[in-house]
């Protein structure tokens, strides 16, 4: 049976790819624009030139499968993607038979991104630790995962653990999905970055000004987290109002889940404790007394490749299934 695997994270900007050793773990990896604007098909030819890039050296015939982790909604077969987001022009695409179409007989598995994030923390990063966790990636939207016994809890329909469209406010602002105060409307980047820019105009003196050139357009996630490293008052300030909205959403989801360990994962976690001290000091404010035991919440350290490790992941498990 072939040792290698192909992980491939679908995003709104970019498309990160990794070969995958089921014992080495990730070995290559490569990375190309999504550039969603020019439609699916082109997202899919994308998709299937740098899983080829990455499969060229070692021939596929020593390649098992392709896992993907991907935005929107994954049917029970995982198969097919419904409505994810930032993905322009995408409805309901069977990824499976697409990507066939373009690579070949290759096995083609699909799952949430988030889930696959969740199932590489919990094999090969933070999560290795524990057998069951909660994990939340803060990216350009919020997602989450509930890894029960080291295995991606998926509901009755394959749709659990949308953490990101939990609400904390009835009557506040609304996601890109249309739910009034879902924690996705105050973290995801392009919210965070617009609160911050809206809080920056009564900072002038703040050194976000200067890191972006005095045009607060450019303000993002990670130009606060320069800015709070350099000591600045007002990004820490708006990094630590995200980390307590952050610890009301976990909160909720400790108290629904029994599950007291929280590994944060995406690109906004680069913020580190700016943002997960907060997090923490709010979170058992949020959970029931008899749960506050042992709450733990970690930033998972190996970034963007937790998510590649883990959609390789899905094809090993699934090839395992079927010896």
């Not at 699916?40 to 994308?46: F, G, N, R, T």
């Not at 609160?195 to 050139?213: I, K």
Request: hydrophobic share 40%.
């Amino acid at each position: 049976m072939p040792e290698y695997a192909v992980g491939l994270d679908l995003g709104g900007t970019n498309l990160k790819a990794g070969l995958v050793h089921r014992e080495e773990g990730l070995v290559e990896t490569a990375r190309r624009p999504t550039e969603a604007d020019k439609g699916p098909e082109h997202v899919l030819d994308q998709m299937a030139a740098v899983a080829s890039d990455l499969m060229a050296p070692i021939g596929e015939e020593n390649v098992l499968g392709i896992g993907i982790g991907s935005p929107g909604a994954i049917n029970w077969e995982r198969t097919t993607v419904s409505h994810p987001p930032n993905l322009p022009g995408w409805t309901s695409i069977n990824l499976q038979e697409t990507l066939r179409d373009r690579l070949g007989s290759l096995v083609v598995v699909v799952e949430n991104d988030a889930n696959a994030a969740g199932l590489g923390s919990a094999h090969y990063g933070a999560g290795a630790a524990f057998d069951s966790f909660l994990m939340v990636t803060l990216g350009t939207g919020v997602g989450g995962a509930i890894i029960y016994r080291n295995q991606i809890f998926r509901g009755s329909t394959g749709g659990a653990g949308e953490i990101g469209h939990m609400t904390i406010d009835y009557e506040g602002p609304y996601a890109n999905t249309g739910v009034a105060g879902a924690i996705e409307g105050y973290l995801g980047q392009s919210f965070l970055s617009d609160h911050a820019r809206d809080r920056l105009v009564n900072y002038p003196d703040s050194a976000v000004h200067g890191l972006v050139e005095g045009d607060l357009d450019r303000v993002t996630p990670r130009v606060l987290s320069e800015a709070a490293e350099q000591g600045d008052d007002a990004a820490r300030s708006i990094l630590a109002w995200a980390g307590h909205k952050l610890g009301c959403v976990l909160g909720a989801a400790v108290n629904l889940l029994d599950i007291r360990t929280i590994i944060v994962g995406g690109g906004v976690s680069g913020a580190g404790d700016f943002l997960l001290a907060p997090a923490r000091d709010t979170l058992p404010r949020y959970v029931t007394p008899g749960l506050r035991d042992d709450l733990t919440l970690r930033r998972e350290k190996r970034g963007n490749d937790v998510g590649m490790l883990g959609a390789a992941r899905l094809v090993f498990e699934g090839a395992d299934a079927h010896v």
